[in-house]
């Protein structure tokens, strides 16, 4: 889902950057993990310039405790219960980072600012599931960027991370129970 997700970022971030003329070396995206770029262990394409990676994932906390069960209308006219596991919701942590010069990679990094100054919200079909994400700017300390690169092998490079949140997840299959409308024996 994230894949799908972040590859078509990648596209629409590669035409928007390159349609403007102020950076004179073509951009192109790539998901890749920034902190093994230079090494041979880097999995990213050889022509990429503009890196996403993914920093951290984390459930939403404060929408873990919707219900899980609801009333469902069968073809007999009765109802049943339908109850699954919870739904999900994840926040992904993306950080981009641009390997161009420095004067350049400062450019790209403010056109993906814009990018996503008018493109918060997007939606799209992964796994048969209809998605929705919504990304906001994040603003980590020094300390926290010092932790990040740090924890990505020590160079750093222009950056700049959002968070994605996702609308919901549910991986569960429906499973219909009966109503329960009597209850029988002894009460002592």
């Known amino acids: 889902m994230l894949k799908d997700f972040i590859t078509h970022i990648g596209s629409d971030l590669d035409t928007y950057i390159n349609a403007l003329s102020s950076i004179t070396k073509t951009v192109k995206t790539d998901i890749a993990n920034i902190g093994d770029f230079g090494t041979n262990d880097f999995s990213g394409s050889t022509g990429s310039n503009i890196f996403i990676t993914i920093v951290k994932i984390e459930e939403e906390s404060t929408l873990r ?106 991986f569960a299959e429906e499973q219909l129970s009966p109503i329960i409308k009597t209850i029988t024996g002894d009460l002592r």
Do not use: C
Request: charged share 20%.
């Open 65 to 170: 405790n919707f219900p899980n069960a609801k009333l469902k209308l069968q073809n007999n006219g009765n109802y049943a219960v339908d109850k699954r596991f919870p739904k999900i919701h994840l926040n992904y942590f993306l950080l981009f980072s641009a390997t161009l010069s420095y004067d350049m990679s400062v450019a790209a990094i403010h056109r993906i600012i814009k990018y996503f100054q008018t493109h918060k919200t997007f939606q799209f079909t992964s796994d048969e599931s209809d998605i929705e994400l919504t990304l906001e700017l994040v603003s980590p300390t020094f300390e926290q960027i010092n932790h990040i690169w740090g924890t990505l092998g020590g160079k750093q490079f222009p950056h700049v991370v959002y968070k994605a949140r996702v609308s919901e997840l549910e």
